[in-house]
T-cell receptor, first 114, second 116 residues
Framework: NAGVMQNPRHLVRRRGQEARLRCSPM?????VYWYRQLPEEGLKFMVY????????ESGMPKERFSAEFPKEGPSILRIQQVVRGDSAAYFC????????????FGQGTRLTVV | AQSVAQPEDQVNVAEGNPLTVKCTYS??????LFWYVQYPNRGLQFLLK??????LVKGSYGFEAEFNKSQTSFHLKKPSALVSDSALYFC??????????????FGGGTRVLVKP
């Protein structure tokens, strides 16, 4: 059973471009969470999705950021018109239904905006 | 709202000595607590969790954590540290509420440096 897969591992974008980060959850996991880690800081929750539904997006910036988890395919975190302050590591975690099991994290996508 | 505090930015310890990484929490209701470790340029790896039961929880790589309800603490411990334990450690609490799923609130992290 492969772990949570994120790609790309590293992404460089110029200011104003779009960044698309992908997350494939573990097999059997239908819940996906996105977190952002700014340099030398802890992880901050961004959004919680289930298949085709956004459950909690309280941590998402109001503008330029969006997330989806379609019925088929990976979850996508999309950042439009990136700025230097978007440079961070973005981690995805997945868990199965229910609150018992812990969430498993991917290795992250490191976004650098130049 | 729940919160997690890791009061030490960095902990230095000599190899072979005991290691303790501190964590305190604030949550209404029964807490679900976690420790994760992050090695350089890697993702987070799960170490252990407390949901209910024994206050002393044993986890991966020889780590354990003690849940103390009266002190609202969940300190991570290892009896004998290894150089390879040098990493960034995060304490986290799972959000409460029926719609929270496995959403976590993280502490700011503690960097552990184990010197040979």
């Amino acid at each position: 059973n492969a772990g949570v897969m994120q790609n790309p591992r590293h992404l460089v974008r110029r200011r104003g471009q779009e960044a698309r980060l992908r997350c494939s959850p573990m097999k059997g996991h239908s819940h996906v969470y996105w977190y952002r880690q700014l340099p030398e800081e802890g992880l901050k929750f961004m959004v919680y999705l289930q298949k085709e539904n956004i459950i909690d997006e309280s941590g998402m910036p109001k503008e330029r950021f969006s997330a989806e988890f379609p019925k088929e395919g990976p979850s996508i975190l999309r950042i439009q018109q990136v700025v230097r302050g978007d440079s961070a590591a973005y981690f995805c975690a997945s868990s199965p239904p229910g609150r018992g099991p812990e969430a498993f994290f991917g290795q992250g996508t490191r976004l650098t905006v130049v | 709202a729940q919160s997690v505090a890791q009061p030490e930015d960095q902990v230095n310890v000599a190899e072979g000595n005991p290691l303790t990484v501190k964590c305190t929490y604030s949550v209404s209701g029964n807490p679900y607590l976690f420790w994760y470790v992050q090695y350089p340029n890697r993702g987070l790896q799960f170490l252990l969790k407390y949901i209910t039961g024994d206050n002393l929880v044993k986890g991966s790589y020889g780590f354990e954590a003690e849940f103390n309800k009266s002190q609202t603490s969940f300190h991570l411990k290892k009896p004998s540290a290894l150089v390879s334990d040098s990493a960034l450690y995060f304490c986290a609490v799972r959000d409460i509420g029926p719609a929270a799923g496995n959403k976590l609130t993280f502490g700011g992290g503690t960097r552990v440096l184990v010197k040979p």
